[in-house]
């Protein structure tokens, strides 16, 4: 009479049963309900399928900015005839101007505005 082995089956043997069911699974639920997943789930199966899945979610470009307008200009100064437009940060010659002599006594007349309006 043989003896029945009692050894328990190996590591690998148990992950190829497991896979192949996962497979048989996966492919009765695909052939059966496939038509009834959107367009971009489809498209996400194909994906899958072919082998170009990745981990991380799939990132769509995103279209070009249009170009910029020129803006008018909000402030000069009226030594250098520099302008800003008032968006973005604070060109440095508006800055160091901030500190001078002139700033100070255009300021006097004008205590609620930081910078010189544009003309115009």
Sequence with gaps: MPRK???APSPQAVLRAATKEAYERV??????????????????????VAGE???SPVKRAKPAKAPGQEL????????????????????????AWEGTVAHT???????????PAFPG
């Design 27 to 48: 492919t009765v639920l695909l052939n059966a309900s496939y038509a009834d997943f959107s367009p971009e789930q489809q498209r996400r199966i194909r994906a899958l």
């Design 53 to 55: 899945a990745s981990t």
């Design 72 to 95: 008018p200009p909000r402030y000069w100064l009226p030594h250098s005839q520099e302008t800003w437009s008032g968006r973005g940060r604070i060109p440095q010659s508006f800055l």
């Design 5 to 7: 082995s009692s050894a």
């Design 105 to 115: 006594e255009w300021k006097k007349h004008h205590p609620d505005e930081r910078f």
